[in-house]
């Protein structure tokens, strides 16, 4: 049984990737991104997420490479903490506790004792550039309260501080100053553009800077598209800058390269530039990279350059400039208009993605499988040019059909809409665009549904307009003479009194189906399309409308805009009961007859689990999010929970997910995202987590029998041999990280002796104690007589009748015996 407060809200994915720059291991093997309050880390080669550094109790700001020591690394939160992880084995060193919000972190060789933040202290929106000293301790929790100033008035964006020349000065923008900092001379160079236009309109606001590693020379991007190169920047009147254009929009980042011969630029074109010898003539160009250039990172080797990208993507690229990996993560789109579905087949999270596209996202995996392109066009990054939306989206028959709908409205008079309808197709493993339908309504579609009933014959798709009308599209196979190819169309148009259709559902059953004309819910019959009663209570505009499943499937609910959540009961035609409720979200569980509803107040969102047949709620949770939740779905488990207690029965068969205004993704669970992610030990074991794939099919059975026959062959075995996970010195010595063990030497006659077998183990089969020492007296006494002659007994029971026995002399009995006395039982483990 599970207490109440172990079920809790966690975050379950969809983090950002792009929210810092991405950080290169030494060795080019691995990528570490910040995600939410945990640091990621991914392997270049691969795209897999190989371990999550989780520790700090709030978003994570900065991450940096340990200068003294590759193969560790320095993470900075808003929790006040400086965080020290073995990034190899995912294991927490260390922890510095600073005290106050850190909003970046930066490191530099030449401060061996010292890592740099920037933190906000007295004013909000005030900045500064300070010096942390990290005290050497021998503690796992150290405080690191010593901050030295180093510069004010900066700007809270790592992007806009840059330390150069090998640690010699510190760079930092903000707005239309330069400044810089000499750390030998502890002196200030503040250099000033002109904040007035140009004629072409163009503005000379600072957005990013990069230093030079070797030489004294500053890159600065602006608003207007220029990369400015600043050299002789010692002195305050003898500064000189180049300028370098192509970006026509605001450079995003800039970055050196390892040796400081080129210069990386990105921006919202899409491309990444590098300038060859920091001039105008020599640059390459990576295009087409998808979205907006937001971070550009460069290995420490040089051979790899990384860009993170606004639709939370990472690009590693090949020093030629060639794509090499992507990891993306999930797409946080302007606007969710689509909502949360679940792809019946790969139980895939499903919502609006890129602009014109579906993703398809692993909430098991936290990684984006794939894109659907619906729209079909290039996109145009423009600001103020009104874009085509994916506005509707339904799967419907099991995931054979999926129906979408986009929109384009410029005026009210000029609307433009399409309804597409893909087929999956098992051979490509897709959707394929089927029927394309222009103009199916004359105003917007403002819901749309298919009949999922199981015993349902024909494909069946249902869509509400705001012009007042529902239209019926069924599936027909008369395109051609052949009658194979197939396509939709219109059955049945229904109305009433020209009311504006806000939303429809069918039955469980697909009997019934029900649509909400503004404060009136009809309820039609899905064979006839009879119109069969209506329910009208003047609650408000029907918001929510959904049928009840399983033993409440005679209930109908419906929430107004009023906040009133009303339940009718289908058999008496009569409203069974209502409540006063601010619904945003309800969802029903398909695997059972509960109904989640979330309902907003001035405090936050609030959680409401019941059944339509009792008003009772089950389940209740204030709070569970500051922010408006949007968006609710139930994903089907995989293995079902047992919990017994009847609050929490409602997660046993299905997860709820919901998704918030600022597009966080959570769920409720009974464990902490600590205890939800896989241990580093259970990581290294890939042999438990391999798929079964034919090649296994094969050999399974074969692997089966050699398995029980080896289990057979060791329970027969005379010695049985100690578990080596049962002894601490092997343990000891596989599980702890390399860089803090002992010597080898030292260790050898540990891990040898634990291996070795006490004397005191012994066989079902040998010969009893007693025995034994009768018979070394008697060799004793032998060895005293010289005429001695051992007399062998006759053993009638063993079965070996006449067979003659051939005595021992005396030395050969010798020699038996001390073969005896030897343990051989080591021999069966090799």
Not at 131 to 141: A, T
Request: proline share 3%; hydrophobic share 35%.
């Amino acid at each position: 049984m599970v207490d109440e407060e172990n079920i809790r809200v966690v975050r379950c994915g969809g983090s950002e990737l792009n929210f810092r720059r991405a950080v290169f291991s030494a060795d080019s093997k691995y990528i570490f991104c910040v995600s939410g309050d945990f640091v990621k880390v991914y392997s270049t080669v691969t795209e897999e997420c190989v371990h999550i550094l989780h520790g700090h109790r709030n978003l994570v700001t900065g991450i940096q490479l340990n200068p003294n020591n590759h193969l560790q690394l320095y993470s900075s939160s808003l929790d006040g903490t400086i965080k020290l992880w073995d990034y190899i084995d995912g294991i927490l060193i260390k922890t510095f506790t600073v005290g106050c919000k850190l909003h970046a972190l930066f490191t530099v060789a030449q401060a061996e004792d010292s890592v740099f933040a920037i933190v906000n202290k007295e004013k909000p929106d005030i900045f500064q550039l300070v010096s942390v000293k990290l005290p050497k301790s021998s503690s796992q929790e150290v405080e690191a309260k010593e901050l030295s100033f180093v510069l004010d008035y900066i700007n809270q964006s790592p992007k806009c501080i840059a330390f150069g020349n090998e640690g010699v000065y510190v760079a930092a923008v903000r707005e239309f100053y330069l400044s810089v900092y000499f750390f030998k001379k502890k002196t200030t160079s503040r250099f000033t553009l002109s904040s007035s236009r140009n004629k072409k309109h163009a503005k000379n606001n600072f957005t990013c800077v990069a230093c030079h590693p070797t030489e004294d020379c500053i890159a600065s991007g602006h608003m207007d598209g220029k990369i400015r190169l600043w050299r002789n920047f010692y002195d305050d009147k003898k500064y000189t800058y180049t300028c370098l254009h192509w970006h026509h929009d605001m450079v995003m980042d800039l970055a050196f390269s390892v040796t400081g011969t080129s210069l990386l630029s990105g921006g919202r074109e899409s491309v990444l530039v590098e300038w060859r010898d920091a001039t105008e003539k020599n640059k390459e160009f990576l295009p087409r990279l998808g979205a907006t250039i937001e971070h550009i990172s460069v290995s420490p080797a040089g051979d790899l350059f990384c860009t993170s990208h606004s639709d939370n993507k990472i690009i590693i690229i090949h020093r030629n400039l060639e794509a090499s990996a992507v990891i993306q993560g999930l797409v946080k789109d302007r606007s969710i208009f689509t909502g949360l579905m679940i792809d019946p087949r790969t139980k895939a999270l499903v919502l609006n993605g890129k602009p014109g596209h579906l993703q398809f996202y692993s909430l098991q995996s936290d990684k984006q499988l794939y894109n659907l392109d619906i729209i079909q066009q290039e996109y145009i990054n423009d600001y103020g040019l009104i874009q085509i939306e994916l506005t509707k989206a339904a799967f419907g028959c099991f995931g054979n059909w999926l129906a979408t709908v986009e929109q384009r409205q410029e005026k009210e008079t000029e609307l433009e809409l399409q309804m597409k309808l893909w087929m999956y197709n098992k051979k490509t493993q897709g959707f394929i665009l089927n029927t394309k339908i222009n103009m199916p309504h004359e105003d917007c579609i403002t819901a749309l549904c298919f009949c999922n009933a199981e015993k349902s014959e024909q494909p069946t798709l249902v869509t509400a307009s705001k012009d007042g009308y529902f239209k019926v599209w069924i599936l027909t196979d008369d395109s051609d003479i052949y009658k194979k190819a197939v396509g939709w169309t219109c059955d049945f148009v229904g109305s009433y009194h020209k009311y504006q259709a806000t939303n429809c559902c069918f039955s469980e059953d697909g009997s019934l189906l029900a649509v909400s004309f503004e404060e009136i819910v009809t309820i039609w019959d899905s064979i006839t399309w009879e119109l069969k009663c209506t329910f009208c209570q003047r609650a408000g505009k029907i918001r929510h409308l959904c049928f009840g499943r399983l033993t409440c499937s005679k209930y109908l609910l419906g929430a107004t805009e009023n906040g009133i959540l009303c339940c009718w009961n289908l058999l008496s035609c009569a409203l069974e009961w209502n409540a006063k409720l601010n619904v945003r979200v309800m969802e029903p569980d398909p695997n059972s007859e509960n109904i989640a509803a979330i309902s907003q107040s001035s405090v936050g969102s609030d959680l409401f689990v019941f059944k339509p047949s009792e008003p009772r709620p089950l389940y209740i949770q204030k709070g569970i999010s500051r922010e408006e939740v949007q968006w609710g779905v139930f994903v089907p488990r995989d293995v079902p929970e047992s919990f017994t207690s009847e609050a929490y029965q409602w997660l046993n068969r299905s997860q709820f997910y919901f998704l918030t205004k600022s597009q966080s993704l959570l769920t409720f669970s009974t464990k902490s995202p600590e205890e939800k992610l896989t241990p580093t030990s259970k990581q290294l074991l890939a042999e438990e987590s391999l798929p079964t794939t034919p090649f296994y099919f094969i050999l399974g059975k074969h692997r089966q029998l050699q398995d029980e026959k080896l289990n057979e062959t060791l329970e027969n075995e005379l010695v049985q041999l100690p578990l080596t996970e049962n002894i601490p010195a092997v343990s000891e010595l596989l599980h702890t990280p390399a860089h803090v063990l002992p010597s080898a030497a030292f260790l050898c006659s540990i891990f040898v002796n634990s291996l070795l077998l006490s004397k005191e183990t012994k066989s079902a089969k040998e010969i009893p104690e007693d025995v034994d020492m009768e018979e070394e007296k008697e060799s004793e006494d032998s060895d005293e007589e010289n005429d001695f002659i051992e007399k062998v007994q006759d053993t009638n029971n063993t079965g070996l009748g006449e067979d003659i026995i051939h005595q021992l002399s005396k030395s050969e009995e010798k020699e038996l015996r001390k073969f005896r006395k030897i343990d051989y039982s080591w021999i069966a483990a090799l």
